[in-house]
């Protein structure tokens, strides 16, 4: 069993940047592929970045070239957020699964965090 947590969540200003972590216990995550997805009010959960077990990545259109998905140690997955927008305030979850591929869905992840709330203010 993977327990991931979310952080680094907060409130910034439009233009500005936050880092967010996701961290797992109980196990490394090494060996999973993991991805950020977002959760706005009223709007179902969105992909937004996913790291592969050999450090590939993938961006969603329309974070692509501001985010950056990173994984710097076995037990951690960090997503960098430059030039924020207002379009950006959502709950941001990560998650993992052990499976291989390009996993833009969410009902390809099975494990998940709990999620970190990002609020950009214009």
């Known amino acids: 069993q993977v327990q991931l947590v979310e952080s680094g969540g907060g409130l910034v200003q439009a233009g500005g940047s936050l880092r967010l972590s996701c961290a797992a216990s109980?196990?490394?995550?090494?060996?999973?592929?993991v991805g950020w997805f977002r959760q706005a009010p009223d709007k179902e959960r969105e992909f937004v970045a996913t790291?592969?077990?050999?450090?590939?990545t993938y961006y969603a259109d329309s974070v692509r070239g501001r985010f950056s998905i990173s994984r710097d140690n076995p037990n951690t997955v960090y997503l960098q957020m430059n030039s924020l927008g207002p379009e950006d305030t959502a709950v941001y979850y990560c998650?993992?699964?052990?499976?291989?591929?390009?996993?833009?869905?969410?009902?390809?992840?099975?494990?998940w965090g709990q999620g970190t709330q990002v609020s950009v203010s214009s």
């Open positions: 998650a993992a699964d052990r499976s291989y591929g390009i996993h833009t869905t969410t009902r390809e992840y099975d494990y």
């Open positions: 109980g196990r490394t995550i090494k060996n999973y592929r």
């Open positions: 790291i592969s077990q050999n450090t590939n």
